[in-house]
């Protein structure tokens, strides 16, 4: 029998009809997946594709041979999710942005845990891309359009912008009746700029909101939207609160939405993982849940204090 990795790699090259696409999705060179693809066809001493300058296309015999080896591998695929199911205590690794792990996740994991005895899950805190093939990782929830291909994604939610503050602000006195108001109060803001336009900020609210010349660019920032949050609990200032983020804070008290005026997100969160592992019935439910609380979440009525 060949190995695996070939009969991988043919399929994936294949079912794309590029070599460039097929080391994409499986994350290696072009010419490995050339290499792998040489190492079949001097095994079955059959040509499977034809080579055109840099383009490939199936031979005769590749057209063949294709369905029965992606049949095969589906048939693998539902071998390995059937034996999982005799496992009695799953593990899910989940890589998280750092912010929607404190803010998100953890308020909520006692919560997974009574609907879903069977499944731990180990939460890692982390920005930077998962290499599925080399890390110890089933899923990964970024910020922001993703980068990696050859994957599955889930868009999670859209996310909404407002003004939040703490209670104890309108305790001090503090009226917020119109937007205007906010002039002569302390701004916190997320981000290294001002004018960073990966991370609308209040200019943008501001301008939706109808009101000029309100001073913008003083005030403390910080590099982690929790540390926002935690700011203006804090009473330290007025944050712009996100509405994934805040909703625990805002449905606990610890947080007041000042405005019903909200600017949408450039970018929302994405549920990431490889094909095989998405179609894991442990990873069904736990994505199942994820967007049913986060459904939830954006049904909730925030506390206006306008």
Same mark, same amino acid.
Request: net charge negative; glycine share 8%; proline share 5%.
């Given at each position: 029998?060949?190995?695996l990795?070939a009969?991988?790699?043919?399929?994936a090259a294949?079912r794309?009809e590029?070599l460039?696409?097929a080391?994409?999705?499986?994350?290696v060179t072009t010419?490995? +997946?050339s290499?792998?693809?040489?190492?079949?066809?001097?095994f079955?001493g059959v040509d499977?594709?034809?080579?055109?300058?840099k383009s490939?296309?199936l031979?005769?015999?590749?057209r063949e041979v294709l369905?029965?080896v992606?049949?095969?591998f589906?048939?693998?695929n539902?071998? +390995?999710?059937?034996?999982?199911e005799f496992? %009695?205590q799953k593990l899910?690794?989940v890589?998280?942005?750092?912010?929607?792990?404190?803010?998100?996740?953890?308020?909520?994991?006692?919560l997974?845990r009574r609907?879903?005895p069977?499944?731990?899950? =180990?939460?890692d805190?982390?920005?930077?891309l +998962?290499?599925?093939?080399?890390? *110890?990782?089933?899923?990964a929830i970024r910020?922001?359009p993703?980068k990696?291909r050859?994957?599955?994604l889930?868009?999670?939610?859209?996310?909404?912008?407002?003004?939040?503050?703490?209670?104890r602000?309108l305790e001090?006195g503090?009226?917020f009746?119109?937007?205007?108001?906010?002039?002569g109060?302390?701004?916190?803001?997320?981000?290294?700029?001002a004018?960073?336009?990966?991370f609308?900020?209040?200019?943008?609210w501001l301008a939706s909101?109808?009101v000029?010349g309100?001073? +913008?660019? %003083? !005030?403390?920032?910080?590099?982690?939207?929790?540390m926002?949050l935690?700011?203006?609990?804090d009473?330290? !200032?007025?944050?712009l609160g996100s509405?994934?983020?805040?909703?625990?804070?805002?449905r606990a008290?610890?947080?007041? =939405?000042?405005?019903?005026?909200?600017?949408?997100a450039?970018? %929302?969160?994405?549920?990431?993982?490889? =094909? %095989?592992?998405?179609n894991?019935? *442990?990873?069904?439910?736990f994505?199942?849940?994820i967007?049913?609380e986060?459904? !939830?979440?954006?049904?909730?009525?925030p506390?206006?204090?306008?």
């Open positions: 029998m060949p190995p990795k009969l991988r790699t043919f399929e294949g794309l590029s460039k696409k080391a994409d999705e499986l994350h010419g490995a +997946v290499q792998q693809i040489k190492l079949l066809e001097e079955i499977l594709f034809k080579r055109q300058n490939v296309r031979t005769e015999a590749g369905p029965l992606e049949e095969a589906e048939l693998l539902q071998a +390995v999710i059937k034996a999982q496992g %009695n899910i690794t890589s998280v942005a750092p912010s929607f792990g404190a803010k998100w996740l953890l308020p909520k994991l006692e997974f609907g879903h069977d499944i731990d899950l =180990r939460v805190a982390s920005t930077r +998962v290499d599925f093939s080399l890390e *110890d990782v089933d899923l910020y922001g993703p990696e050859g994957l599955h889930e868009l999670l939610t859209d996310e909404e912008l407002f003004p939040v503050c703490s209670p602000l001090r503090h009226r009746a119109h937007p205007s108001d906010l002039a109060q302390t701004l916190l803001h997320f981000g290294g700029r004018d960073d336009r990966d609308p900020g209040w200019s943008q909101a109808g000029a309100l001073e +913008v660019v %003083n !005030g403390p920032r910080f590099s982690m939207s929790s926002v935690q700011a203006a609990m009473g330290q !200032g007025i944050a509405s994934v983020l805040a909703a625990d804070d805002l008290g610890r947080l007041v =939405r000042l405005f019903e005026v909200s600017i949408r450039k970018h %929302n969160y994405y549920l990431i993982c490889t =094909r %095989n592992t998405f894991r019935p *442990d990873i069904q439910r994505v199942r849940w967007k049913a986060m459904g !939830g979440d954006s049904d909730e009525s506390d206006h204090r306008g």
